[in-house]
């Protein structure tokens, strides 16, 4: 995937590398450090190939080279290098450049925006048009409201184009999607996938095992879910709670 840089000057960190024959941990490890690198500060996005004979190259994307200092040091980035020298690579070699021309196409990215107060009257209007008749009851305001401090409300962004809904919470030892919905002009492009995906790597970042949502029995992003990994966990006379490890 194209990280969505923003507009020159900025600076790439190239890591050019050979692996060795080790392969213990080290996917799991590559995740953990996308999912961590994605939440440091000055961080703009990564792109990465590794070919059939092993070689491989990533280039992560930074503000300033303040931020690729801060990230070096981090601890478990620190602790991943140090297997990598030992174990992971034969050879390796890492470059810092900054960027001062970019041009190409490539689709806009999805973000996921943190929701304020003047939010509240879309993400309501977007609750009640996607639920069937049936769950909203008496779901309004006054619901909205009483759930709000419980939940992480966020809007959906594609480039600078407000999508949709997604609202989180803590769920036993999940983290537990309670609301999720893309306006209907956006459905159908993979958005869904990759708002999933984008939690799931969210949620592995913040030390969560196992991520979860409830779903209507007719309703058929349930295919969705299941492609993705979700299996069924409760069940009720009209819906269910599915999780995944992450």
Known sequence: MFAA?????YYAVIFTSQRS????????????????????PG??????????DGLGITVSYWESE???ANWKQHGEHSLAREQGRKSWYAAFE?????????????????????????????????????????ALGNWGVEQLEQDWPLLQNHLLYLDRDRIGILRWRLRDESLHISDFQ?????????????????????????GH?????????????????????????????????LAKSV
Do not use: C
């Not at 840089?5 to 000057?9: D, E, G, I, L, S």
């Not at 080790?22 to 450090?33: I, K, L, S």
């Not at 961080?43 to 059939?52: H, N």
């Open 209 to 241: 095992a196992r991520v979860s949502l409830r779903v209507f029995h007719d309703n058929p992003a349930r295919r969705l879910y299941e492609r993705l990994g979700y299996a069924e966990i409760e069940r009720s006379d009209h819906w269910a709670v």
């Open 43 to 52: 961080f703009l996005g990564v792109e990465s190939v590794r070919g059939a």
């Open 21 to 40: 024959a080790v392969t213990a941990a080290y996917d799991d490890t590559a995740e953990r450090m996308v999912a961590l690198a994605q939440l440091q």
């Open 182 to 206: 893309i306006e209907a002009a956006h459905r159908n492009r993979g958005l869904g996938s990759q708002a999933m995906l984008q939690f799931a790597q969210l949620a592995r970042a913040q």
């Open 94 to 134: 890492t470059r810092v450049a900054r960027v001062e021309r970019a041009y190409g196409q490539q689709r806009p990215g999805l973000r996921f925006v943190p929701a304020g107060e003047a939010d509240k009257p879309y993400i309501l209007e977007q609750t009640r048009l996607n639920l069937p008749l049936r």
């Open 66 to 68: 303040a931020a690729i």
């Open 5 to 9: 840089t923003p507009k020159p000057p």
